[in-house]
């Protein structure tokens, strides 16, 4: 009877154990698409596309163009792809003065996320990225108010390609060959005033055929500078 239990016991733990082992970003074919910055007059034509390709991304919006926009915020919203926060003003000088205005613009821009959408939303991505600007002290302070920070590993410059947009998308394979050697997913940055739509199109067309695309929300480990994914050995 004894034996029968632990058996029992060992069986449930063992089934539980892969589980939780198991993490969401060793695996080469996700792919998180994110976009910045917006939303803004650029934002419906890349809506378009993901509905058209049944793809979800993540818009990491600004407070400031969230009050602006607030149709299109809730479009986003609606259209099921994950919100993140972007910080309200997006001027380094203002963000990172001190570890509480950090975290004050992202509490600022979260209550216009959720007065327009209803939804709570905890993944940000401070402007520039958390290197150099973010300081330990800033970590702690935006950890302790319980945002999950997110920064990029695939970073496609699209801004700095704009009128070429081919080039962002090479730049963008040549950074999904390199999360795939590590074994890990990949989150790719765009921003929605930069991304030029068509070529977006063809790219995710081409890439559906091997990725699976996600969400922020999706993921149980956010990708930071400062917190890598480690390569799958
Ligand atoms: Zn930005």
Known sequence: ????????????????????AKTDYHSASYVYLTFDDGPDDRTPAILDVLKK????ATFFVTGRNAKRYPTLLKRIAKEGHAIGLHSMTHDA???????????????????????????NVYDVRVPYGSVPKMTSEHIKKMEAA??????????????????????????????LERTAERR????VLMHD????????EK???????????????????????????????
Do not use: C
């Open 146 to 175: 319980g945002f999950r920070i997110w920064d990029w590993n695939v970073d496609s410059e699209d801004w700095r390609y704009a009128k070429r947009p081919k080039v962002t998308f090479e730049r963008v394979a040549l950074g």
């Open 184 to 187: 890990t997913a990949a989150v």
């Open 53 to 56: 390709q049944k793809v979800k």
């Open 193 to 200: 005033h930069a991304t030029d739509p068509v070529i977006l």
């Open 203 to 233: 790219w995710i067309v081409s890439e559906k055929k091997k990725a699976a695309f996600r969400t922020v929300q999706q993921a149980k480990t956010s990708y930071s500078f400062f917190a890598k994914w480690p390569a799958k050995k």
């Open 1 to 20: 009877m004894k034996k029968g239990i632990i058996l029992i016991v060992v069986l449930v733990l063992g089934m539980g154990m892969p589980a939780e």
């Open 93 to 119: 000088k203002l963000f990172y003065k001190t570890p509480a205005s950090a975290v004050a613009e992202m509490k600022e821009t979260q209550v216009i996320v959720a007065r327009l959408t209803g939804k």
